[in-house]
């Protein structure tokens, strides 16, 4: 019990509006090498803002260890505008390690989480806003149509349905991080401290009152994609593994085949070896393919077992899940 104390970091109070405080809406942007397009992007992102003005805002940048010159920007940011702040860490952690960050710096009545890439338009993020404000405590950004290759739609179409079907909670198909969560609800997710994250299932699983806003997903303005094909499988894993234990019952299964398999292969041999005797060769290669696919059976099944204990090795380590060197704040020298 006192672990899981320690484990949970602490939050900040709930807003007690006096008379004419606005609500006040935490932006959360993760950025990963953006230098390219990150002043466009906050251009835009207050544009769209400057619209809504009877709410108050806070821009929280996470730089997650670039190295193309997007801290410099982000500070310059920062010193121009009072409601940006900078959390800057000391190395890349990951993508769902900086939304982490974010969560945990956040301090408005609802937090809206999205990349910096122009891909999730920020006007979209203020219609997440109405859906709050008409009661839902967690709004998701669906992906109507999106402007990717036809090899990356496919198998995003097909993850998110493969997802779906084997996670124990349901998982909504088509969105990614960008989504406005709750005060409560914020506080809530800042509790899940586990090392490979899937914030997508973790806000899934938590329930509440649920929404969705489907919007067209844009190309991107600028530098190359955060999530290519090696990041891409790893955050399916660890989606699947850290909702489904659909890999280790598939386990069970294989091995219910493999033994019936076997003992086909065991009745056949004795016939042969009873009534046609004549025609009994030395069996090399029934015994290499029983072998060879009992071989990969296992080491398949070792993998996937691995990939659990790994997880409870990494969870184990308690280590801190980032280290900031630096909060960046427009009042700072």
């Given amino acids: 019990m006192a672990d899981a104390m320690r484990q949970r970091v602490p939050v900040p109070r709930r807003h007690t509006h006096q008379s004419g405080t606005p609500p006040l809406i935490s932006y ?41 010159g997007s801290l410099e920007i982000l500070q310059d940011l920062a010193k121009n505008d ?55 405590e967690i709004v998701s950004a669906r992906r109507r149509t999106r402007r990717d290759s036809a090899f990356k739609r496919f198998t995003a179409h097909t993850y998110y349905r493969l997802l779906r079907r084997c996670a124990e909670v349901d998982i909504p198909v088509d969105t990614g991080d960008f989504r406005l969560l709750d005060r409560r609800a914020a506080e809530e997710l800042r509790g899940f401290r586990e090392r490979s994250r899937f ?60 033994l019936a398999l076997a003992l086909l292969g065991i009745v056949y041999a004795v016939t042969l070896r009873l009534f046609f005797p004549a025609v009994t060769v030395s069996g090399w290669t029934m015994l290499m393919v029983a072998m060879l696919f009992l071989g990969g059976l296992q080491m398949l099944s070792l993998g996937v077992i691995g990939s ?23 009042d700072q020298d």
């Fill in 82 to 136: 009072p409601r940006v702040r900078v959390v800057d860490f000391a190395r890349n952690f990951g993508h769902q390690i900086a939304i982490t960050a974010g969560l945990d710096h956040a301090g408005g009545d609802a937090v809206i989480v999205m990349d910096t890439d122009l891909q999730d338009p920020p006007q979209v993020s203020l219609q997440l806003i109405d859906e709050w404000l008409a009661g839902a």
């Fill in 308 to 330: 659990y204990v790994g997880r409870i090795y990494q969870e184990v380590q308690q280590r801190p899940l980032y280290i900031v060197r630096d909060v960046i704040r427009h």
């Fill in 199 to 258: 914030i997508r299932g973790m806000v899934a699983s938590m329930g509440f009152h649920q929404r969705e806003v489907l919007f067209d997903r844009d190309e991107r303005i600028a530098g190359e994609t955060k999530y290519p094909m090696r990041k891409m499988l790893r955050l399916a894993a660890d989606g699947v593994t850290s909702f489904s234990t659909v890999p280790l019952k598939l386990i069970t299964r294989m091995g219910f085949a493999a």
């Fill in 28 to 68: 959360v942007l993760p950025v990963y090498n953006e230098a390219a397009g990150i002043r466009r992007f906050h251009t835009e992102l207050t544009a769209a803002t400057a619209t809504r003005p009877e709410f108050g805002y806070e821009f929280i940048y996470v730089n997650d260890g670039s190295a193309d």
